[in-house]
C-alpha cells in the first residue's frame, strides 16, 4: 500500500469509529465529501467493499472488518512511533483518550485533565465519563479508570491510585423524623435508596461479627443515577449507601450523618489501567505522574 493511503486509512478507520462520515470528518477536522471518497479510494484500491453503506447507518462488511482491524493497528504503530520521538524529545504529544466512571470522572479526574492541558497545550483529549465497562484495546482507549478488583487480562497493566471507601448516610432531618438503625437488619424500617444498574439493584454490604450483611432491599426509591440518589437524601428522603468521593463535602458540611459505621466494607481499589504495551507514551505518563503527585499528600475527597 501507498504511503500516501495512510490519510485514506485515517478516514476509514474514524468513519468506522463514528458511525457516520459526518462525525467522522468532524473529528479529523475535513468534509464529509472528503471522508467518502478516501473510503471509495481505498476500496477501489483493495478491490472489495469495505462498508455497507444506508442513509442512517454504516456497517462493515467482513473484508472491512479484517481492514479495519488491520486498519486500526497500522495507526496505533504510528502513533508509538511518534511517541518514541516524544520521548527522545521529553515533550508528551498527540490525543489522549480516556476513560472514567460518570461521577468520579466529573468530580475528581476534570480538575486534573484540566491542569494537564494547560501544562501540555500540544495535547488533544478525548474523554469518554460513563459507568458502563469498556474494553480499551477494542475501543482504542489509551487509559482508564476503574473502580473494584481487576479483570484478568493480559493486555492491560494496573496501578491503584486511590481507595473507594461506601458511607451509608442520611440527613439530619430523616433521622431526626425516622430514627438511626443501629443495626444492617435495621434498614428493613427505613426508606432506602438504591442505585439501578442494567435494571437490577446493587446490593449494600456491611463487616458484622458473623460475617458479611448484604441488604438488597427493596429500596423505597430505586434510581439509575447516583447523583440524583445523592441530592434525594439531601433533601430528606431516605438513607444511602454511595462513596465517600461523591459525599465528602456533605460530610463534612453536615448536610448528611453518616451511620452504621460499626459495620465498615472493605474498600475497593481504585485503578488505573492501560495497555501493556512495549513504550509507554509520554502523555500517558504524563497522566498518571500527575495523578499520583496530586493525591499523594492526601485525597480531596476524604
Known amino acids: ?7 485514506d486509512i485515517a478516514a476509514f478507520v474514524a468513519a468506522v469509529k463514528a458511525g457516520s462520515y459526518t462525525h467522522a470528518a468532524s473529528s479529523l477536522g475535513l468534509t464529509r465529501s472528503a471522508i467518502g471518497k478516501s473510503i471509495v479510494r481505498l476500496e477501489t484500491r483493495m478491490g472489495v467493499r469495505l462498508l455497507n453503506r444506508t442513509t442512517r447507518s454504516l456497517s462493515l462488511t467482513d473484508e472491512g472488518r479484517v481492514m479495519f482491524d488491520r486498519c486500526r493497528q497500522i495507526l496505533e504503530d504510528l502513533e508509538e512511533v511518534d511517541a518514541a520521538m ?15 466512571p460518570l461521577s468520579f470522572g466529573q468530580r475528581h479526574i476534570l480538575p486534573i485533565l484540566d491542569i494537564y492541558l494547560k501544562k501540555w497545550p500540544e495535547i488533544r483529549a478525548e474523554v469518554s465519563f460513563s459507568d458502563r465497562f469498556v474494553d480499551l484495546i477494542e475501543e482504542g482507549f489509551d487509559i482508564a479508570i476503574r473502580i473494584g478488583e481487576p479483570r484478568d487480562d493480559s493486555r492491560i497493566l494496573t496501578r491503584t491510585i486511590a481507595s473507594q471507601h461506601i458511607v451509608t448516610c ?3 432531618e430523616y433521622l431526626s423524623s425516622r430514627g438511626v438503625p443501629e443495626t444492617p437488619a435495621d434498614l428493613t424500617r427505613h426508606d432506602t435508596i438504591f442505585l439501578l444498574s442494567a435494571e437490577k439493584r446493587r446490593s449494600w454490604r456491611f463487616a458484622t461479627p ?8 427493596p429500596g423505597r426509591l430505586n434510581l439509575d443515577s447516583s447523583e440524583a440518589m445523592r441530592a434525594s437524601a439531601i433533601s430528606g428522603f431516605g438513607i444511602v449507601h454511595l462513596p465517600t468521593y461523591m459525599l465528602g463535602e456533605d460530610l463534612r458540611s453536615g448536610k448528611l450523618i453518616p451511620v452504621l459505621e460499626k459495620y465498615p466494607f472493605p474498600p475497593e481499589p481504585i485503578r488505573l489501567i492501560y495497555p501493556s504495551k512495549r513504550h509507554l507514551s509520554p502523555r ?3 497522566l498518571i505522574d500527575l495523578l499520583v503527585e496530586s493525591w499523594e499528600q492526601g485525597l480531596p475527597w476524604e
Open 1 to 7: 500500500m501507498e504511503i500516501n493511503s495512510i490519510g
Open 86 to 100: 516524544a520521548m527522545r524529545r521529553g515533550k508528551p504529544t498527540g490525543t489522549l483518550r480516556l476513560s472514567a
Open 170 to 172: 442520611a440527613s439530619p
Open 210 to 217: 458473623e460475617g458479611t450483611f448484604v441488604y438488597e432491599g
Open 284 to 286: 500517558i505518563r504524563a
